[in-house]
């Protein structure tokens, strides 16, 4: 049974920093394209990073250079690490995977798998 399990949210001021984890259960996640998206009040949810299973990574042009998505394949996690946070950063963190293993689109449509989220909140 597959099974994605978010944590590491929190309550930041800006500038601060979180490192959000996804244990997957299930598959090992170096075989599917695996990303974080998030989801702020009365907004879609929209993908924040992506990682294939080659190891290419996405991430869209509001977090570059802030965030990065990394796996660790012998213990089936997917983190990302948030640095210098705004407070437009608030939203609901989830972890989504693929049923590919090359990332073919940044849709909710195109994941087949979700987390139920964890909370990130920053404060100016």
């Known amino acids: 049974q597959v099974k994605l399990v978010e944590s590491g949210g929190g309550s930041v001021q800006s500038g601060g920093s979180l490192r959000l984890s996804c244990v997957v259960y299930?598959?090992?996640?170096?075989?599917?394209?695996m990303a974080w998206f998030r989801q702020a009040p009365g907004k879609e949810r929209e993908q924040v990073a992506s990682?294939?299973?080659?190891?290419?990574?996405t991430h869209t042009d509001s977090v570059k250079g802030r965030f990065t998505i990394s796996q660790d394949n012998s213990k089936t996690i997917l983190y990302l690490k948030m640095n210098t946070l705004k407070p437009e950063d608030t939203a609901l963190y989830y972890c989504?995977?693929?049923?590919?293993?090359?990332?073919?689109?940044?849709?909710?449509?195109?994941?087949?798998?979700w987390g139920r989220g964890t909370q990130v909140t920053v404060s100016s």
């Open positions: 989504a995977a693929a049923h590919t293993r090359y990332c073919t689109s940044d849709r909710v449509a195109a994941f087949s798998n």
């Open positions: 990682i294939d299973s080659d190891g290419r990574t």
């Open positions: 299930g598959y090992m996640i170096s075989r599917r394209c």
